[in-house]
C-alpha cells in the first residue's frame, strides 16, 4: 500500500510543480501588452522601475520553485517509511506552497498595477470597454471539440466497479484492502467526469475579442477551445486507460500488485498530463503568432477588475473568464455572489481540513507510539487490541496456536495500520502468510501466533515476556 501511495503522490508532485513553474513563469515577458499582468504602454516596458520589478519577480519566482521542486520530491519518501508522518510533511508543504504561489503571483501583479496607476499609465479610452463580436459570438458553440468524446471512456472506467467487487470476492479480501480499491476507482472514474464538466464549462464560455478583424477573433478562440477541449479528451482517455490497466492488475493479482503494474500507471498518468498540456502549451504560441501578425489587434485596459490579483467584475454575468495571470488558465469571476459564497466555503473547509490532519495525524503516531497491546477474553470471546484496531475470535474459530522467537521470514504490505520504529499494528498481507493482523513490538519476544479459520493470521506480543508466554498457554489448549 505505501508503495502504492508513494507513487501516486510522487507523480503528481513532479506533475504539480512544474506546470505552475512555467505556466505562470513568462509574465514577465511583454505579451498582449502586459506585464505581470498589467497592462502598460509599450513605451515604458524598459523603464527602471517596471524592470526591477519583473527582474525581482523572476529570480524569487526560480528559487521558490527550485526549492519546492526538490522538498516535493524528498517528502514523498517518507512514505516509505511512514504514511503518518508522511501525511504530516505533505500537508505542510502543500499549504506552503499554495501560499507561496498566491504570493508570488499576486503580489507583483499589485505592485505593477499601483506604479501604473502613479505613473499615470492609464488608457482612458479603452478603460472598462466592453467589445463584442457578434460573428464570433454566433460561432460560441462549434470552436471547441465534442464533448460526448468524454462519454465512451467514463463507460468503461464505470464498468471497472465490477472487476473492484469481484476481486474482494476471489481474494477474500477484508475491508481495509477493498476500501483501498474503492478510492483509487474513485479517483481514475471521478478524474474522467471533472475533465467532461471541465470540457462542457470551457466550451460555453464566452468568446474574447481581439481585434478588429473578426477572422482573427475566430481564429484565437478556436484554436484556444479546440486546443483545451482536445486536450482534455485525450487526458481523459489516457487516464482511464491507467486506471483500467490497476484494475486488471487488482482481478488478476489482488492487492499485492506486481512492479510492472506500477510502472504501467505511472507512465500513463503522466502521459495523461502530458497529453493535456502540450495542446494548450502549443496553443500559446501560435495565438502570440496570431496577434503579432494583426495589425488591427487592440487591448481592453480592463486591469480594474484584476487589481487585487483575481477577476472581480459584477457587470460580468460570466463565472468562468480566461486567466489574466496565465492565458492557458481559466478563473472564476469573484463579482458574481455564488462565487463568492463558494470560495469562501472552500477556504473555510480548508482552514478546517488542513490542521485536522495534522492533528488527526500526530495523534496517530502517539497512539502507535504509546499502544499497549490487550489479550482477554469474555464468555468464550478473545479479543486482542492495541491503538484502535481490534480482532476478536472464538474457541472454534483457532486452527492453530504457535510461540516463536522471531515473526516468520515473508514480505509484508501493510494494508491498514501503522508502523513506526517500534510497533507493527493492524492489517498486513504477506506474499507467503496471505492476509494478517499485527499487535507486536519490534525489539520484543517472543511473537504469539494464532491462525483462524476465516483464513487470517494473528501475530501478537508483549513488552513482557512472560506476559506473551501466558497468553499461549491460555490458547493452546483451545486446539
Known amino acids: 500500500m505505501n508503495l502504492i501511495l508513494f507513487f501516486v503522490f510522487l507523480l503528481c508532485d513532479l506533475m504539480i510543480v512544474p506546470i505552475c513553474w512555467f505556466s505562470y513563469g513568462d509574465r514577465r515577458e511583454y505579451r498582449e501588452g502586459m506585464l505581470l499582468g498589467v497592462h502598460i ?18 529570480k524569487r519566482w526560480k528559487k521558490f520553485q527550485t ?5 516535493s520530491i524528498l517528502v514523498c519518501f517518507l512514505c516509505l517509511w511512514d504514511f503518518l508522518i508522511f501525511i504530516i510533511a505533505w500537508t505542510i508543504w502543500v499549504a506552503e506552497y499554495t501560499g507561496g504561489l498566491y504570493y508570488l503571483i499576486i ?44 462519454l465512451p471512456v467514463i463507460a468503461l472506467t464505470a464498468v471497472t466497479a465490477i472487476l473492484i467487487i469481484r476481486t474482494g470476492q476471489k481474494f477474500a479480501l477484508d475491508p481495509a484492502e477493498i476500501g483501498v480499491m474503492w478510492w483509487m476507482y474513485g479517483a481514475g472514474a471521478g478524474i474522467c467526469v471533472l475533465f467532461l464538466a471541465l470540457h462542457i464549462g470551457i466550451a460555453v464560455q464566452a468568446n474574447r475579442v481581439y481585434s478588429e478583424n473578426p477572422e482573427i477573433n475566430f481564429a484565437v478562440n478556436r484554436l484556444t477551445k479546440r486546443a ?3 486536450g482534455l479528451i485525450y487526458a481523459s482517455w489516457i487516464n482511464g486507460a491507467a486506471w483500467i490497466t490497476m484494475a486488471a492488475g487488482y482481478y488478476i493479482a489482488g492487492p499485492d500488485l506486481p512492479l510492472w503494474v506500477y510502472v504501467v500507471y505511472s507512465i500513463l498518468m503522466a502521459g495523461a498530463a502530458a497529453a493535456l498540456l502540450i495542446p494548450v502549451a502549443l496553443s500559446v504560441g501560435k ?5 503579432q501578425s494583426d495589425q488591427e489587434a487592440y487591448y481592453t485596459d480592463d486591469d480594474e477588475y484584476w487589481k487585487s490579483g483575481w477577476y472581480n467584475n459584477p457587470n460580468d454575468r460570466h463565472i468562468l473568464v480566461q486567466d489574466r495571470m496565465n492565458s492557458m488558465n481559466y478563473s472564476f469571476n469573484f463579482g458574481r455572489p455564488g462565487v463568492k459564497i463558494a470560495i469562501k466555503l472552500f477556504y473555510a473547509v480548508l482552514i478546517i481540513f488542513v490542521p485536522a490532519i495534522v492533528i488527526w495525524s500526530v495523534s496517530s503516531i502517539a497512539s502507535l507510539e504509546n499502544a499497549e497491546v490487550v489479550l482477554a477474553e469474555a464468555d468464550g470471546i478473545y479479543r486482542i487490541e492495541a491503538a484502535g484496531y481490534d480482532c476478536e475470535f472464538r474457541d472454534d474459530e483457532i486452527r492453530s496456536v504457535n510461540l516463536s522467537d522471531a515473526l516468520p521470514e515473508d514480505d509484508y504490505v501493510r494494508t491498514n495500520g501503522g508502523s513506526t520504529d ?5 492489517y498486513f498481507r504477506g506474499k507467503e502468510t496471505g492476509k494478517c493482523m499485527m499487535f507486536l ?35 493452546e489448549h483451545i486446539e
Open 67 to 71: 526549492v519546492n521542486l526538490t522538498l
Open 287 to 291: 495565438r502570440k503568432t496570431l496577434l
Open 422 to 426: 517500534k510497533v507493527n499494528i493492524g
Open 41 to 58: 504602454p509599450p513605451e515604458y516596458v524598459s523603464d527602471p522601475e517596471v524592470e526591477n520589478l519583473c527582474t525581482g519577480y523572476g
Open 228 to 230: 483545451w477541449t482536445s
Open 107 to 150: 503580489i507583483p501583479h499589485r505592485k505593477m498595477y499601483r506604479l501604473k496607476i502613479r505613473r499615470g499609465w492609464v488608457n482612458e479610452s479603452t478603460r472598462r470597454m466592453v467589445r463584442i463580436d457578434t460573428a464570433v459570438s454566433a460561432a460560441a458553440g462549434k470552436l471547441a471539440v465534442d464533448w460526448k468524446w468524454h
Open 441 to 475: 513490538y519490534k525489539d520484543c519476544t517472543p511473537v504469539l501466533e494464532i491462525r483462524l479459520e476465516n483464513g487470517m493470521t494473528v501475530y501478537a506480543n508483549s513488552r513482557e515476556e512472560k506476559d506473551t508466554e501466558d497468553w499461549y498457554d491460555m490458547l
